[in-house]
């Protein structure tokens, strides 16, 4: 018998146990480390857009500029799946512009009236 360690795809730990079957039955896995962000996995994702790595890269094109179904093409993954990973990433909420838009559309024509003025 030869036993491969399982190691958790989020923090790396192999500090992890058996936690019993899917519904099409796989085997999942719980992770035992107390800082890691999730503690149920499976090593075998079916669908790409669940794998930790594949979210990753949703992310950092999101960052960089690619749009939504550019993102979709490239990774392989289905659109709408790119919009739920984008919704749930704690990184992506960082990036909302609400405070800058307001601010721009108060100030520039106040700036074009005194300009005006002047003249
Ligand atoms: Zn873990």
Known sequence: ???IPVQCP???STAVIKAGKQANGTQR???HNEQCVRR???LPYQD???APEVRRQVVDMAINGSG???TA???RISPTTVVAVL???PRASYRQPHVAASWSFTRRPRLGRTRSRAR
């Open 1 to 3: 018998m030869v036993s």
């Open 10 to 12: 989020y923090c790396h």
């Open 29 to 31: 896995f719980q992770c």
């Open 40 to 42: 149920i996995f499976l």
């Open 48 to 50: 790409r857009g669940r």
């Open 68 to 70: 939504i179904r550019d």
């Open 73 to 75: 093409r490239v990774l």
């Open 87 to 89: 919704k749930k990433s």
